[in-house]
């Protein structure tokens, strides 16, 4: 079993920045993926950026260009630098992780919460 912990989370004012944290209990090399949700109240869970093995890394629409994700290897860290975030940015923060096939499994975090006032 694979556990994810985010931490970072806070209440910030519209443009400033918040930096997530998610610490997977095994090596992230061996992962083909980890990301990061977020699940709004009243809204459907959404992909805010991902990282592959390779270091290729994909965002949503709605975060592209204020929104950096990074790995840490040696720390089996993942990270979501978050700039000029705005109250629509309002969301608890999920981390997941996905093993290679055949497995294939997926694993999440419990969430850290990020609170954009207007």
């Known amino acids: 079993q694979v556990q994810l912990v985010e931490s970072g989370g806070c209440l910030v004012q519209a443009g400033g920045s918040l930096r997530l944290s998610c610490v997977v209990s095994?090596?992230?090399?061996?992962?083909?993926?980890v990301g990061w949700y977020r699940q709004a109240p009243g809204k459907q869970r959404e992909l805010v950026a991902r990282?592959?093995?390779?270091?290729?890394?994909t965002y949503s629409d709605s975060v592209k260009g204020r929104f950096t994700i990074s790995s840490d290897g040696a720390k089996n860290t993942v990270s979501l630098q978050m700039n000029s975030l705005k109250a629509d940015d309002t969301a608890v923060y999920l981390c997941?992780?996905?093993?290679?096939?055949?497995?294939?499994?997926?694993?999440w975090g419990q969430g850290t919460q990020g609170t954009v006032s207007p």
């Open positions: 997941n992780a996905e093993e290679w096939p055949p497995s294939s499994s997926v694993y």
């Open positions: 095994r090596s992230i090399t061996s992962m083909r993926a």
């Open positions: 990282i592959y093995r390779n270091n290729i890394t």
